[in-house]
């Protein structure tokens, strides 16, 4: 790839849905200067994650555990510390309260999370945080554990505690696509300190189209979103955001 205009830090490229076509949608992003990260988060779909990873110059991969699945925690923390030079980040995980309403289950997530935590901050990688409906819970956890490289992605807590844990904590906050039809997430883009943003799609969902299929070479329509919301030009929205996402993922392969 020529040089990285953008950084989809958040997506499942490994996801079925991009079964019959996954080629031509991570070309479709390469051509534009966009650089992946895939977060492979099921069992099913772990060494997936790490084949196209391997085989794209445009990818790498972030691996974890869906918080509903903390029944194989321990085999994706095994996965992680053997395969860490393969990896740039841990994630997503955290807590999904949306999903989860069993108050055990939730205590079992916490347990799982806070693995996670700990590998991140031992192996020194940054840490993708998914906090469906329990942004203010996710958030405690993660000051308990005094973690430094965080980094929240569609966060649909408050923005008040988003606007916190950006300047007071220094934790990145990645804008999905979803932006352009979610009055929390614009909210959210004027909270967060700007030297924490970065972009994601989370595709193949939280598409700028809630009908359509979302996938990477669509993170161009964060910028010109969130340079609208903040008044900026678009191309210094881009540089900013692009050097916040290689001042957490400094692990990422092209430079
Ligand atoms: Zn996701």
Not at 128 to 138: D, E, F, I, L
Not at 144 to 170: C, N, P, W
Not at 216 to 243: S, Y
Request: proline share 4%; hydrophobic share 35%.
């Amino acid at each position: 790839m020529k040089e990285i205009k953008f950084v989809d830090t958040h997506c499942h490229l490994e996801d079925a849905e991009f079964d019959d076509d996954r080629s031509n949608i991570i070309n479709r992003a390469r051509k534009r200067g966009i650089h992946i990260i895939t977060s492979a988060i099921e069992p099913a779909t772990w060494q997936n994650g790490f084949s196209i990873a391997e085989e794209w110059d445009n990818v790498d991969i972030s691996l974890g555990c869906n918080p509903v699945k903390f029944k194989y925690v321990d085999n994706a923390i095994s996965l992680i510390k053997n395969n860490l030079q393969s990896i740039v980040a841990i994630g997503e995980v955290g807590l999904d309260y949306y999903s989860e309403r069993n108050h055990t289950h939730r205590e079992r997530q916490e347990e799982g999370f806070r693995k996670h935590i700990e590998t991140a901050k031992e192996l020194k990688v940054p840490i993708q945080v998914h906090s469906r409906s329990a942004g203010k819970a996710a958030l405690q956890v993660l000051y308990s554990t005094d973690i430094e490289h965080v980094h929240m992605h569609a966060f649909d807590g408050k923005v008040s505690l988003a606007r916190i844990a950006s300047k007071e904590h220094g934790f990145y906050f990645s804008i999905p696509t979803s932006v352009v039809r979610s009055p929390q997430k614009k909210k959210l883009v004027r909270a967060i300190d700007i030297e924490r943003l970065l972009f994601e799609t989370d595709s193949p969902v939280l598409g700028p189209n809630r009908e359509e299929r979302n996938e990477p070479a669509n993170v161009p329509i964060v910028m010109e979103e969130v340079a609208g919301i903040l008044q900026r030009d678009e191309e210094e929205i881009r540089e900013t955001v692009l050097e916040n996402t290689l001042r957490l993922y400094s692990r990422i392969k092209i430079r």
